[in-house]
RNA sequence: GCCCGAGUAGCUCAGGGGAUAGAGCAACUGCCUCCUAAGCAGUAGGUCGCAGGUUCGAUUCCUGCCUCGGGCGCCA
């Protein structure tokens, strides 16, 4: 229960008793804080059905709500807008209620839910690139958020490790090494534990054949024979597969590691290869998937449709699954085996269609049940500065691991240049250059939008001033600073007063609004609400400090409250900078 | 051609049917004898792409148009 849901509740009870939708009483916080700190609208939606003047109903519902002890002043103004403001008091025992949450206020979400979150997708031989950096981010933040609120959980990276690109490889590496022991099939196993390849090898290998792919048919076609033998089993190529997959997962889980973004569970599309024959002939038998030009296809519109989209490929007129056919094998596993109650794809947003076509596959298939949620949170892309896809001067994607270590440069450079932290150990330091650097990135990523593309600008990470991750960063080191000094002097914090400066009254309110940005960002699935709140309530921590100064405070009680409302604060801040998937040093 | 998304201050971007549309950067002006100036305060900067519609009220919802980006059966 938050103060805001509170007011909105007091509302709607008066709004009931005269007889009208309760749901009218809703509060927000104000939009003229020179007015006051929170408004309801409901009298002029109202009046409407009412057919009644909008500011007679807001002076009804006024006189009700007004009684209450917790209301200070209540104003209607214009056409019909009441203005609140609460007693200090209030405020102050709001405060002190989110302070004893371990929520901080934010309510339990259903738990018997299964939210299976897919964020990853990174493909086996091929590195991080800076098309991996959003979706990982952003799902990260969003599996944190939903946890924080209560419910289960569950982050599947989704390895790319079972295509034709396994094939490729195994051709390139056959050329290369033809005597490795993985290709003679006369050989009965053992095979070596150890790689014969390592991830560079394959990183080196994988362009080239791709490339060979493209322009030689011989080698295309032995690439596709090679994925054929390799998904029917053969124990070379399998032993061999494994090493590939994985040295890539050590190579991968390594960035993931630096980017603090973790997986529950490291599934695949090789994981549900097993289910894709059986599945594929349901189908068919069920009469959803239908032979056309040879190929097996799913028709996802209806004939009536307006709009008809393109019909699901399932099986391609050379045998081969196309890669839809594993998506919906991999709904079937999160339904069957990982018992989950929905999936929420933070994927690309270029992908909507091919998410649209399998969505309505599973659907038509009988292989999500209704109640089975499926979502495409759609990503936009991480764009240069001419606005088009980050590139390389080559063209080629950026490697997160540059691009991460560019940061760290950036960070240690900016330390260096405003001579910060020039007296702590090097080792600390440079721990708080990629916390800095990489706040810089996860915050410039998730206060964007979602679906928003956005200009990735090095040159704008060279300073890290402003509505900034470093910033937010800042705020809670004062903080931590603040209330060691007080600890060594032995102040401690205690009960929170009523406010008596605008300041402090904007920081209650603004600690008070926590679980509107958390809530909101699990409904809009949009990590952003809580970045740009954590901006704000940083903000608000600023003006306050900037105004009351603490530990040089005379009134004993007064210094306790403030020094409760500091750690208050330090705890939203640190809190919802988890929530968005950044650390906080313990100084900087 | 059809579908999806975007168009808001010089730049990068927020914005939840409500009042006077916000932030950061860049520009200009102040504030470190005082808990970290990676900070705070202030000035300036806008026909919210265009035109209609719904509504007491539209940047927000609907329709059309313009511009840009993306996607559209055998790549993944």
Avoid at 61 to 77: H, K, M, N, Q, Y
Avoid at 383 to 397: H, V
Avoid at 478 to 506: C, M, N
Wanted: some cysteine.
């Amino acid at each position: 229960m938050t103060l805001r849901s509170t007011l909105a509740e007091l509302f709607g009870s008066a709004f009931a008793e005269l007889g009208l939708d309760p749901t009218l009483g809703d509060v927000v916080p104000s939009q003229r804080p020179d007015l006051g700190q929170f408004q309801c609208n409901g009298a002029m939606a109202a009046a409407r059905a009412a057919k009644r003047n909008p500011r007679d109903i807001a002076a009804e519902v006024a006189s009700i709500v007004e009684a209450d002890a917790r209301i200070a002043t209540l104003e209607i103004a214009g056409p019909g807008f009441v203005n609140i403001v609460v007693t200090d008091e209030y405020l102050a025992e709001a405060t002190s209620l989110t302070a004893g949450d371990e929520r901080l206020g934010v309510s339990p979400i259903d738990g018997e839910a299964h939210w299976i979150l897919d964020y990853g997708g990174p493909n086996v031989a091929k590195e991080l690139h800076v098309g991996h950096l959003r979706t990982a981010i952003i799902g990260e933040s969003f599996k944190r958020t939903l946890r924080f609120a209560g419910a289960r959980v569950t982050g599947d990276v989704h390895l790319g490790d079972w295509g034709v690109q396994m094939g490729q490889l195994l051709v390139e590496v056959r050329n290369e090494q033809p005597e490795l022991i993985y290709f003679d099939e006369t050989y009965r196993g053992p095979y070596p534990e150890e790689s014969p390849v390592t991830i560079g090898d394959l990183q080196r290998l994988y362009p080239i054949s791709a490339a060979k792919t493209k322009s030689e048919p011989a080698y295309a076609a032995a690439a596709r024979l090679a994925t054929v033998d390799l998904q029917s089993g053969r124990p070379g190529y399998r032993a061999l597969w494994q090493h590939f997959r994985d040295v890539s997962v050590e190579a991968i889980s390594q960035v993931y590691d630096d980017l603090d973004v973790g997986f529950d569970v490291w599934l695949g599309e090789s994981s549900v290869h097993d289910r894709i024959g059986p599945m594929v002939e349901r189908l068919e038998s069920m009469g959803v998937a239908e032979e056309s030009d040879g190929a097996v296809v799913v028709y996802v519109s209806a004939p009536e449709e307006e709009h008809q989209i393109p019909p699901l490929m399932l099986v391609k007129s050379d045998g081969g699954y196309a890669y839809a056919t594993t998506d919906l094998a991999t709904i079937e596993e999160r339904v069957e085996d990982l018992e989950g109650s929905g999936a929420i794809y933070f994927v690309d947003a270029r992908q909507s269609l091919h998410f649209e076509q399998v969505f309505r596959a599973a659907r038509r298939g009988g292989i999500a049940p209704d109640p089975f949620v499926l979502e495409h949170a759609k990503i936009g892309t991480v764009n240069g500065l001419d606005g088009t896809p980050l590139k390389t001067r080559d063209g080629d994607l950026p490697l997160l691991r540059d691009l991460l270590a560019d940061i760290e440069a950036i960070a240690i450079a900016s330390m260096d240049a405003k001579g910060l932290a020039d007296d702590y150990p090097a080792a600390e330091r440079s721990a708080i250059a990629w916390l800095v650097g990489m706040a810089a990135v996860k915050f410039g990523d998730l206060s964007n939008h979602r679906t928003s593309s956005y200009i990735f600008d090095l040159e704008r990470f060279s300073s890290f001033e402003g509505k900034t991750g470093p910033y937010l960063l800042y705020v809670a080191v004062r903080i931590t600073s603040l209330l060691k000094k007080a600890g060594e002097q032995s102040i401690g914090p205690g009960p929170i007063l009523p406010p008596a400066r605008d300041v402090e009254r904007a920081l209650l309110l603004k600690i008070s609004e926590f679980p509107d940005a958390v809530e909101r960002a699990i409904t809009l699935r949009a990590p952003n609400h809580v970045a740009e709140y954590c901006y704000e309530l940083s903000g608000a921590f600023n003006r306050f400090y900037e105004q009351c100064h603490i530990l040089s405070e005379a009134d004993p009680d007064l210094r306790g409250s403030w020094l409760a409302i500091a750690g208050l604060t330090r705890r939203v801040v640190v809190t919802s900078l988890d929530l968005l998937g950044i650390s906080v040093p313990e100084r900087m």
